[in-house]
């Protein structure tokens, strides 16, 4: 069964899903775009958490709780800078995608929602970005074992909400 992908405009941090999926930086110490937003929402309290994981390599990612959130977790994920796509970026794109959807399924979580990893400051071209999100999160959940359902993709402003429109579109 397939599941479902939404595109949403909304700002990720007045979601009450299960977890949201913060786009950070290595030191996971808090910065700007949706990352500063996430920690002001969230309070003092993620970033006491976080100060206690040690950073996250580009790539990978790590759970924490939302505190003074809506949603329940908070999954940090360090997408790429975009350095003209010759660096291994579409490759750590998909793995951040992939390894927030195993910490979720590990962590019992049912509805997610990410924003669009690395398409701010860090530069990545947002339709490439967007055609990688979809089709590593439909690889991840094809088998319907997770139970994750739905998936939302957070659509902060109109290029994004449009590759999103575009890219969802293409039937599978
Ligand atoms: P990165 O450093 O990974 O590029 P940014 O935070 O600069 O991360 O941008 C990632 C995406 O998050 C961008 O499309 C940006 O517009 C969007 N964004 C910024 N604030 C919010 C928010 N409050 N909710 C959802 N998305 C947001």
Same mark, same amino acid.
């Given at each position: 069964?397939?599941?479902?992908?939404?595109?949403?405009?909304?700002?990720?941090? =007045? &979601?009450? !899903?299960?977890?949201?999926?913060?786009?950070?930086?290595?030191?996971?110490? %808090?910065? %700007?775009?949706?990352?500063?937003?996430?920690? =002001?929402?969230?309070?003092?309290?993620? &970033?006491?958490?976080?100060?206690?994981?040690?950073?996250?390599?580009?790539?990978?990612?790590?759970?924490?709780?939302?505190?003074?959130?809506?949603?329940? #977790?908070?999954? #940090?994920?360090?997408?790429? !800078?975009?350095?003209?796509? /010759? #660096?291994?970026?579409?490759?750590? &794109?998909?793995?951040?995608?992939?390894?927030?959807? =195993?910490?979720?399924?590990?962590?019992?979580?049912?509805?997610?929602?990410?924003?669009?990893? /690395?398409?701010?400051?860090?530069?990545?071209?947002?339709?490439?970005?967007? =055609?990688?999100?979809?089709?590593?999160?439909?690889?991840?959940?094809?088998?319907?074992?997770?139970?994750?359902?739905?998936?939302?993709? !957070?659509?902060?402003?109109?290029?994004?909400?449009?590759?999103?429109?575009?890219? &969802?579109?293409?039937?599978?």
């Amino acid at each position: 069964m397939a599941v479902t992908l939404e595109a949403v405009r909304a700002d990720i941090t =007045r &979601l009450a !899903v299960d977890a949201i999926v913060n786009a950070a930086n290595e030191s996971l110490l %808090g910065g %700007g775009g949706v990352d500063g937003a996430i920690h =002001r929402a969230a309070g003092a309290g993620l &970033l006491a958490h976080c100060r206690t994981l040690g950073g996250c390599p580009t790539g990978e990612a790590r759970i924490t709780p939302g505190f003074g959130l809506p949603a329940r #977790h908070v999954i #940090h994920t360090v997408g790429p !800078v975009w350095r003209g796509g /010759s #660096h291994g970026e579409a490759d750590l &794109l998909a793995a951040c995608y992939r390894n927030c959807l =195993r910490l979720a399924t590990e962590n019992g979580v049912k509805t997610i929602a990410f924003p669009a990893i /690395s398409c701010g400051v860090y530069g990545y071209p947002v339709m490439d970005a967007t =055609r990688i999100a979809v089709h590593e999160t439909r690889a991840a959940l094809r088998s319907g074992a997770s139970g994750i359902e739905p998936v939302q993709f !957070v659509c902060f402003g109109d290029e994004v909400w449009n590759a999103y429109q575009k890219v &969802l579109s293409v039937p599978v």
